[in-house]
């Protein structure tokens, strides 16, 4: 069991930097931006091909990064620019990349078995696979929420928040929205790449499927946080939904344990996320009922 559990917050912290990035996008921009399935699949991909070309795991999970950051550029620039609603922006990206994943890995699947990754220096110190992951992924992590804590305190990164909040008041104070725009979706895509990108050098191998289904993770894994974990402070926000998508992965590796079939995980998954997005809806039929109960004792 405890391998078990190891392995899911191995894991979950991988998942942490996609949750990040969803994260940006629809809380902060207030978009659902379904470029993520596509550009986590890309960040695998551009990772695995330059590992397979025997390039550096670092330089490859880079190039993830850059990959990522263009993926959100082109759905940004669709939607502010050719005023294609955002939801539609992003589809239309993510079918897109499903054709040029495939041309980057050349098949639609890649092995890295017996491949140096980013994990194999931290292998070679001496700790097994699972915490090699683990401890790598939470220094990125960590990484990543001290670097947007401090961008999000910035000139740009409180208009990046505001414009979320309240484009209008935003274009009155001179700013223009569609930049900001198109740079958090720059960013949350670039992180969600990155993701991919260590997910696809920790399981050894990237597949052109592996995005399927990614977005419902994330919301899963943001509400999860929020919910359990969620404070007012931005930085105790971010390390929510670190906590999140672990906790995320550890439920799942629960429910697999109880046997539940691994068929039916993302049908859990999306019933778990519809529960959690009705809330406020569902608190106000139960809460009269629950007054009534009240008053019958």
Not at 30 to 36: E, G, M, P, R, S
Not at 77 to 83: I, S, V, Y
Not at 115 to 142: H, I, P, Q, R, S
Request: charged share 10%.
């Amino acid at each position: 069991m405890l391998e078990i559990l190891l392995g899911a917050v191995s894991l979950g912290t991988l998942w942490a930097v996609m949750t990040i990035g969803v994260f940006i996008t629809y809380r902060i921009l207030n978009i659902a931006d379904l470029t993520v399935e596509g550009s986590i699949a890309m960040g695998a991909a551009i990772a695995a091909r330059g590992i397979i070309m025997g390039m550096n795991p670092y330089v490859t999970t880079l190039l993830a990064l850059i990959g990522g950051m263009a993926a959100g550029l082109v759905t940004g620039l669709l939607h502010t620019q050719l005023k294609i609603p955002a939801l539609l922006s992003g589809i239309l990206t993510m079918i897109a990349l499903w054709s040029i994943n495939l041309r980057i890995m050349g098949k639609s699947n890649i092995s890295l078995l017996r491949m140096d990754t980013v994990y194999t220096m931290l292998e070679n110190m001496g700790l097994n696979k699972t915490d090699a992951v683990m401890v790598l992924g939470l220094l990125f992590v960590l990484a990543i929420i001290i670097l947007l804590y401090w961008f999000f305190g910035t000139e740009i990164g409180c208009a990046i928040r505001a414009t979320g909040s309240n484009p209008r008041m935003v274009r009155a104070q001179g700013i223009n929205t569609d930049s900001t725009i198109i740079l958090g979706l720059i960013l949350s895509n670039g992180l969600v790449a990155v993701s991919g990108a260590l997910i696809a050098q920790s399981q050894s191998y990237s597949d052109v499927q592996m995005g399927t289904g990614a977005i419902v993770i994330g919301l899963a894994s943001v509400i999860i946080g929020e919910v359990l974990f969620g404070t007012k402070k931005f930085f105790g926000r971010l390390l929510s939904l670190a906590l999140g998508a672990i906790t995320y992965r550890i439920i799942i590796a629960l429910v697999l344990k109880m046997g539940m079939p691994a068929n039916d995980l993302k049908l859990f998954t999306a019933i778990t996320v519809a529960v959690a997005l009705s809330l406020p809806v569902l608190r106000q039929y139960f809460m009269p009922l629950r007054k009534s109960f009240k008053e019958v004792e």
